[in-house]
């Protein structure tokens, strides 16, 4: 599928899509470092900033999956449609 | 579960949602779809989970413990050559596994053990390390609990016809209700000993 032929909902879902995706990146880059070092500052970066980060790229794929399913059921979506 | 695998795990994690970000128009097929839920909702829910159960392993580690400035010193003290020092003693004798050796006597201790006093103790402790101030000397919250000690000793021949131990049958009694301190009631009461450490001899473990 061509992304210029997406319509706004379709784009609309590939940016979130793109955007939590960068979010869970950054998160699980930040749990990978943690794991590298033994300390219980490690532990905090893990536990705070790690699991924030991928509970929000979590929270937002499925905002934007739940987004786009109502748009889908108001008609105003051709996304699936074209699978 | 080993490092290794956590990472293994992570690695793939960060395949699939790379592949997602930097094409996702993948998830207009079927497939795709499938491969992002996998990506971007249940594998970093699994990486969290392992990569939390690996810290909590990790945690356990003497090396752990000690890289708190507060705590080296009793980390020193598990090298003094005394055998009256009761965690010297243990340590170099292996009657503690050498590298969980905190934690094997101070299982209440740490932020992932005991109860939930026990795992905001923890959290404190990270606080007033990096900022708070320590106590100095640092303390026990409650007196040492012969529990700790029984863990390994209760059921052992030197523990259970000990010449002290048996020499009255309350005293074995007392000890096993912890009314009674191994620690402080003049038997074992050389514990780690802070104050005299720069008067003693180190002994160096063989490499």
Redesign the interface.
């Known amino acids: 599928?061509?992304?210029a032929e997406m319509n706004v909902n379709e784009l609309k879902?590939?940016k979130r899509?793109?955007v939590?995706?960068?979010i869970?990146?950054l998160?699980?880059?930040v749990?990978?470092f943690?794991?590298f070092w033994?300390?219980?500052?490690?532990?905090?970066a893990?536990?705070t900033l790690?699991?924030f980060l991928?509970l929000g790229?979590?929270a937002l794929?499925?905002f934007s999956l739940l987004g786009y399913t109502s748009a889908e059921g108001t008609g105003s979506s051709s996304?699936h449609g074209?699978? | 579960m080993p490092?290794t695998a956590?990472?293994v795990v992570?690695a793939i994690?960060?395949a699939i949602?790379?592949v997602?970000?930097i094409k996702?128009?993948i998830?207009?097929?079927?497939g795709g779809k499938i491969l992002?839920f996998v990506g971007?909702?249940i594998f970093?829910?699994l990486?969290?989970v392992l990569?939390?159960e690996?810290?909590v392993e990790?945690?356990k580690?003497t090396?752990?413990c000690l890289?708190?400035h507060v705590m080296e010193p009793y980390g020193k003290s598990l090298h003094v050559d005394d055998a009256s020092y009761i965690p010297a003693a243990h340590f170099q004798n292996g009657r503690v596994p050498r590298d969980q050796a905190c934690y094997t006597c101070h299982t209440d201790y740490t932020?992932f053990y005991g109860g939930i006093k026990s795992k905001i103790r923890g959290l404190h402790?990270?606080y007033v390390?990096?900022i708070g101030t320590a106590q100095n000397p640092i303390r026990l919250y409650h007196p040492y609990n012969n529990r700790e000690c029984l863990h390994c000793h209760e059921g052992s021949r030197s523990f259970e016809q000990g010449v002290v131990h048996t020499a009255d049958p309350q005293t074995m009694i007392d000890i096993k209700s912890n009314k009674l301190s191994c620690t402080s009631s003049g038997c074992h009461d050389t514990i780690h000993n802070i104050p005299k450490l720069d008067q003693v001899k180190y002994w160096e473990a063989p490499k």
């Open positions: 599928m061509n992304v879902m590939t899509l793109r939590s995706g960068c869970l990146l998160g699980l880059l749990e990978a943690s794991l033994n300390h219980p500052l490690a532990f905090i893990f536990a790690g699991m991928i790229g979590v794929y499925l996304y074209k699978v | 490092t956590v990472f992570l994690t960060i949602v790379a997602v970000v996702p128009e998830t207009a097929a079927r992002a971007l909702f970093p829910g990486v969290s990569g939390f690996n810290h990790r945690s580690q090396t752990f890289s708190c932020i402790h990270i390390q990096y």
